[in-house]
């Protein structure tokens, strides 16, 4: 198909007041097409004044942060707080489809700026909010920054080794996860509100603890508490099984190396490598032959691979672990990535020119490639007011956006009632992706098969008493809201069945290596012979390209790959990177920001499309500034454990308990003064060991042991409100037990209990972080193993019963 000449979302404008956890929001916007103007004040944003700086020389063009986050935007200076700078606001969102600001709850209605004022002004506004704790609820006055989000939210608490404190996961993923949820949750009130009559905008509001609460859903699934009683752990280099992922190669690299213990032909392949390396003797018994006797000895399996990764260099390890179908992946950093063979050939970094730096600078390019519209040219970060006589001069040509009938703030459908998915995603990833759809009211049908059973229905935290398929909590979090049928795919009568359900669907998702569709007669050539507007997403770990598309990888291995493992931890530590499979939650968000721009494409073209997404890619393009920093300045960015260039002090705080800590961040002198005195400490303010940044940061050892003796002798909830109190930024590093029961405000409202009226189990549930404003998603237990098979081949394909019943007989229905 030939590309279109105008990107997704060509035509839509979008005003971006973001702070920081939210400059990723205009990015992505930008990335797909839309015409994002960056609004400043006259001095510039304190984007400009992150670390590090382009060649280290400070100036407020020069800070990479900006020049990463800023990429893809017009920039325009006005000042919110004087009635010029406002009147020129109102004229831009008049004009206007979306706005995005980060402003503390309150803060723009104190201005006359705040989503009720601009409703009235343009009706059909998409009006973003990210703020560390949404506009609800008891924390919502509270500050924070990405520490507080991701301590807050359990994703920080499982990362690292027992004795050490808690690992930030690196690069800000508290804010990338605010924005991958900002970005899809907005696309979708966009083709909602675009498919209403009425053209009604919606309030789309993101807490970045819900976020990144999100990521947890695997390691530190809300259910391993409220069945078990059982609290996951910070375990280093091991497994939640008791074996390990992470080995040290003959060249001292890293390598994520997974056996899939559960997968007859896969154990047989590792054994052969074994046997030619003289390594199998462990394993002659027939024993091992059986899965659970393997998965009770994984230390014999670690020793063996550790064997096995000490003769070789890793890139031989991962080849040939690769050619065996192991899940085997190399820990990168920044340099690694940029000379990777794979991504070269892919073209996945990109060259943009800055003429007032005097040189080119190479960064990622988005992780989207569409068939049909393309990815919009990049624009470099603006400098500061650089567009604004070709902005405001464009004011009077623009017509203002109006809507029929004034937005009403009352319950409305679903934004995606009438969507139809045909999903085969299966583990993680994609499951959870289409599960977004269907919580948004999209009716996704999740054809699976006994024949070939999705794992994650068998692997994973089962409630007390025996396991089902139909019980497991991981699956039932990635699969709520869905519709279950099973089709052996090696039928023939299947696949026609299949294409039946195609033919009546708008979407197609799967997350397959690139052609296990096409071997099925499915691919996108085939299916659009079916349907042909149908929108395909086939999202692999590697892309449908390159020498490694064939690659395959659970999550901790595409987060290796993808460089995050290496831009977090302590120094002084193996890479050990992040315990939560984040890939496989972060990569959804993706995943349906593509989709969403896709069929807004179509809803105004008719034109259907293929979407490759690549998960790796996805994840390098949450790295924020790391591939700059090595490109531009020749740096590989350093592991700082919790410390920051930009906060100090930052980091988890021991206090009063076993395990127990609190995360705090300081950003200034100002805030520094209020933390003393909230440690009656007054004179540590005026110390000049302590009384600047560049003191405090001299001497930053001794800082945190001075505030870690205030908080050993403190309940970590208490010092949390006491030091917000102060104005100082604080979070508890919250772990299962306070997500499920102590947090004020997750247990019932994003941790949310499912059941079933025929079965004595309760669910707990990670309700969707985005929250569109009259919109109430309410959520249904994922379906057993072929619940709809009588519905959905008899009410929507037309099935006579005896044809059904033959199909059955015959187990194409299987």
Known sequence: MAPNSEPQLSGLRVIDLAGESGLFVGRQLGELGADVIRVEPPEGDASRLRKPYLEGEVGIERSLYHLHFNANKRGVTLDIHCPEGRERLLSLVETSDILVETAAPGEMDELGIGYDDLKTLNPGLLYVTITPFGQKGPLRNYRGNDLIGVATSGLMYINGFPEDPPNQPGAEQGYHMASLVAVSGTLTALVARDRDPTHKGFRIDVSMQEAASMATLQTA??????????????????????????????????????????????????????????????????????????????????????????????????????????????????????????????????????????????????????????????????????????????????????????????????????????????????????????????????????????????????????????????????NTSKRSVTLNMNHPRAIELVKEIVRQSDFVTNNFTPERMARWGL?????????????????????????????????????????????????????????????????????????????????????????????????????????????????????????????????????????????????????????????????????????????????????????????????????????????????????LEDMTTRDPWLPGNHLVPLSRDDEDITFATHAQPAHLEGVSPTLRRAPRLGEYNEEVFKELLGISGDEFVQLLIDEAIY
């Not at 099984?241 to 190396?257: M, P, V």
């Not at 672990?321 to 990109?350: C, I, K, W, Y």
């Not at 127990?660 to 440690?679: F, H, T």
């Open 221 to 478: 699934n809300a259910n391993i508490f409220t069945w078990h009683g059982q609290i996951p752990k910070r375990i280093g280099l091991k497994t939640m099984a008791g074996g390990r992922s992470l080995y040290q190669c003959l060249d001292g690299k890293w390598i994520s190396f997974t056996v899939p213990l559960g997968t007859p032909p896969l154990w047989a392949a590792f054994v052969r490598w074994l046997e030619e390396e003289g390594l199998d003797e462990p394993f002659s018994g027939d024993d091992w032959n059986d899965a659970g006797y393997r998965s009770e000895r994984a230390s014999v399996i670690t020793a063996a691979i550790t064997a096995l990764t000490s003769r070789y260099d890793r890139a031989h390890i991962f080849h040939e672990g690769q050619r065996r179908r192991m899940l085997v992946m190399p820990v990168n950093d920044a340099r690694d990535l940029t000379e990777d063979d794979h991504l070269r050939e892919r073209l996945f970094f990109s060259a943009t020119n800055h003429p007032h730096l005097g040189q080119l600078i190479t960064d990622v390019a988005p992780p989207y490639r569409f068939s049909a519209t393309p990815i919009s040219a990049r624009r470099a970060a603006p400098k500061l007011g650089e567009h604004n006589q070709e902005v405001f001069s464009q004011l009077a040509d623009r017509e203002p956006r109006k809507s029929p009938n004034p937005p009403s703030t009352a319950n409305r459908g679903l934004p995606l009632d009438g969507i139809r998915v045909a999903d085969f995603g299966w583990m993680i990833a994609g499951p959870a992706t289409s599960r977004i759809l269907a919580d948004f009211g999209a009716e996704v049908i999740k054809i699976e098969s006994q024949a070939r059973l999705d794992n994650i229905r068998a692997i994973g935290i089962q409630p007390p008493g025996p396991g089902a398929i139909d019980t497991n909590a991981v699956f039932n979090d990635v």
């Open 523 to 735: 691919g996108y050539d085939e299916i659009r012979r079916v349907k042909p507007d149908i929108i395909m997403l086939n999202m692999p770990v590697m892309g449908s390209s390159g020498p490694y598309k064939d690659y395959g990888s659970y999550g901790n291995g595409v987060i290796a790959y993808s460089g995050l493992s290496m831009s977090m931890g302590f120094p002084d530590r193996p890479p050990t990177g992040m315990a939560a499979l984040y890939s496989d939650f972060s990569a959804p968000y993706f995943g349906v920001s593509a989709m969403m721009a896709a069929l807004y494409h179509r809803d105004r073209t008719g034109q259907g499309q293929f979407i490759d997404l690549s998960q790796s890619e996805t994840t390098i393009n949450l790295l924020g500034t790391d591939i700059l920093e090595y490109t531009a300045n020749g740096a590989i960015p350093p592991r700082q454990g919790n410390r920051s260039r930009d906060y100090c002090p930052h980091g988890a705080y021991p206090c009063a308990g076993d395990d127990r800590w609190c995360a705090i961040a300081v950003s200034n002198d100002e805030e520094w003064g209020q933390l003393c005195k909230a440690m009656a400490r007054p004179e540590l303010a005026r110390d000049a060991c302590f009384a600047t940044d560049e003191a405090r940061r001299e001497h930053e050892d001794e800082l945190d042991e001075l505030i870690s003796s205030w908080t050993r002798q403190r309940d970590a909830w208490d010092v949390m409100r006491t030091l917000q109190n102060q104005g100082v930024m604080a979070g508890v590093v919250s772990d």
